[in-house]
């Protein structure tokens, strides 16, 4: 048994300590169990070697921990150990942090992550400005579809708001930005992962919301009926009644659009108070007016009778004298004059005179 | 072939052997095993070793302090380790045997055991 004592070689502690800090993954007994007679055992080694003896800290650990039954190289994670101070811990993983973002590989998207910093900015924002929306007494339906909840001014402003705010704590103008103290930090890093964690939910509730106005604006479109037909002035219109240019009302106007279509004309319940037009055994609704019925007719038998049926007569409907550089002065000062109540079966007279002069409603 | 490679599967038995007559201490133990031939083996495969066979129990292990220097860390055998070293050196004739078997010529393949482990 060799029991000489050697003092302890500077070389073989720091050797030594180097060795503890590749191991620093493993339990304290682990360790303490590896390394606990290592310096006795090197400092022979180099007594008896004359130094030189001494290699690679890491490669022995390596080689330590193999042979001990360990993984090679310790994990990333550092275990959490009670002898290792939180100061100490963060130091350790600041460089950690640090010798990862100048990875060769790492260090070009990092810069890129820096240079949209202030992008970062504005998505926070935008989630503290929703956030801030929410808690607006009396939640508004309509706002700015990104922004919901408040009228679209103020949804701006709040907006423009939180983003000089979240600007000026990136930049470390405001609390908690700038200052390193660890409430400061701690804050911020929450307020962090809440808008990292907000953003999504608030972009989930969006397309719901959206979706929801999407649904309802299509009820209502459908509640209208299936197809909107004539509209004047956001109004469906469900008959025509045209004059002349005597003011004359007409029937049996034929009705066209510019691209020669015929004006049909669609209102709820159409076929059962309206007597269209008929060519052949095909109804016509774009030949004016159609005849009206006091009461809705819902089926065929019904429908053939007409005796409640009859042109309408529009309520206020006037027939001012009106002009068109287009229609030559014509003088034709022999009228007949029929009353304009007097809905007579003179349709084909009038379509005739009609004809003539062109004007006013459109025939083909 | 390369000693340290052959070694990996028999340092085990290697190191018991050494402690087996008397306990030593870490770089005590690497010495016997080089100065009993094994001149390649690595000291820090040596100590891990032995952290091993501690934790399974094969030695036991104890601190003699020192005044001057360093403490020293002993290890001796128990009889766990006494047991897996019977059981290892059987293990190693066997396999040895047959490896001789193989290396002397294909006549004696028919007549070489199986390693039996």
């Given at each position: 048994m060799n029991t000489t004592e050697l003092p302890l070689r500077p070389d073989v502690a720091?050797?030594?300590?180097?060795?503890?800090?590749?191991?620093?993954?493993?339990?304290?007994?682990?360790?303490?169990?590896?390394?606990?007679?290592?310096?006795?055992?090197?400092?022979?080694?180099?007594?008896?070697?004359?130094?030189?003896?001494?290699?690679?800290?890491?490669?022995?650990?390596?080689?330590?921990?193999?042979?001990?039954?360990?993984?090679?190289?310790?994990?990333?994670?550092?275990?959490?150990?009670?002898?290792?101070?939180?100061?100490?811990?963060?130091?350790?993983?600041?460089?950690?942090?640090?010798?990862?973002?100048?990875?060769?590989?790492?260090?070009?998207?990092?810069?890129?992550?820096?240079?949209?910093?202030?992008?970062?900015?504005?998505?926070?924002?935008?989630?503290?400005?929703?956030?801030?929306?929410?808690?607006?007494?009396?939640?508004?339906?309509?706002?700015?579809?990104?922004?919901?909840?408040?009228?679209?001014?103020?949804?701006?402003?709040?907006?423009?708001?939180?983003?000089?705010?979240?600007?000026?704590?990136?930049?470390?103008?405001?609390?908690?930005?700038?200052?390193?103290?660890?409430?400061?930090?701690?804050?911020?890093?929450?307020?962090?992962?809440?808008?990292?964690?907000?953003?999504?939910?608030?972009?989930?509730?969006?397309?719901?919301?959206?979706?929801?106005?999407?649904?309802?604006?299509?009820?209502?479109?459908?509640?209208?009926?299936?197809?909107?037909?004539?509209?004047?002035?956001?109004?469906?219109?469900?008959?025509?009644?045209?004059?002349?240019?005597?003011?004359?009302?007409?029937?049996?106007?034929?009705?066209?659009?510019?691209a020669g279509r015929p004006l049909d004309v669609r209102c709820y319940d159409q076929q059962a108070t309206k007597v269209p037009w008929v060519l052949g055994d095909v109804t016509r609704w774009n030949v004016f007016p159609l005849g009206e019925r006091d009461r809705p007719a819902r089926n065929a038998t019904r429908r053939a009778d007409l005796s409640d049926a009859a042109f309408p007569t529009p309520d206020r409907a006037t027939t001012p004298e009106v002009t068109n550089p287009l229609v030559p002065e014509e003088v034709e000062p022999v009228k007949e004059p029929t009353g304009r109540k007097g809905r007579a079966k003179d349709g084909a007279e009038r379509d005739g005179k009609g004809d003539e002069k062109g004007d006013g409603v459109s025939r083909r | 072939m390369d000693q340290t490679q052959l070694l990996k599967g028999v340092l085990d038995l290697a190191v018991l052997a050494v402690v087996r007559g008397e306990d030593g201490y870490g770089y005590d133990i690497v010495r016997r095993l080089r100065d009993g031939g094994l001149a390649e083996v690595g000291d820090a495969s040596v100590y891990g070793t032995l952290r091993r066979l501690y934790a399974a129990g094969a030695l036991t292990s104890y601190v003699v302090p020192s005044e001057s220097g360093p403490h020293r860390k002993y290890y001796g055998i128990t009889p766990i380790g006494r047991d897996q070293l019977k059981r290892q050196r059987d293990d190693w004739h066997a396999f040895s045997t047959t490896l001789d078997g193989l290396l002397d010529g294909p006549a004696s393949r028919t007549t070489s055991q199986g390693v039996h482990a």
């Open positions: 720091a050797f030594v300590a180097r060795v503890r800090e590749c191991l620093a993954d493993l339990s304290e007994e682990d360790r303490l169990e590896l390394t606990e007679g290592l310096e006795a055992d090197l400092t022979d080694q180099v007594a008896e070697h004359d130094g030189g003896v001494l290699g690679d800290p890491e490669a022995y650990a390596r080689e330590l921990r193999t042979a001990a039954g360990f993984e090679p190289v310790a994990r990333r994670r550092t275990r959490l150990r009670a002898d290792v101070s939180l100061a100490e811990r963060v130091e350790d993983l600041t460089r950690r942090w640090e010798e990862l973002i100048a990875h060769r590989r790492v260090a070009p998207v990092w810069h890129l992550l820096v240079a949209l910093r202030p992008a970062w900015w504005v998505v926070r924002a935008w989630a503290a400005a929703v956030v801030v929306a929410r808690l607006v007494p009396g939640w508004y339906p309509y706002g700015l579809t990104w922004l919901p909840g408040v009228p679209v001014g103020v949804g701006l402003a709040l907006l423009a708001a939180c983003i000089v705010g979240s600007a000026l704590v990136g930049m470390g103008r405001l609390w908690p930005g700038g200052t390193s103290s660890v409430l400061a930090r701690t804050t911020l890093l929450l307020l962090n992962v809440a808008a990292v964690v907000a953003v999504p939910v608030i972009n989930g509730q969006l397309d719901r919301l959206s979706w929801d106005r999407y649904s309802q604006g299509y009820n209502e479109a459908q509640w209208g009926g299936n197809e909107q037909g004539l509209l004047n002035r956001g109004q469906q219109v469900c008959n025509i009644a045209a004059y002349d240019a005597e003011g004359q009302p007409l029937e049996g106007v034929q009705l066209f659009d510019q | -």
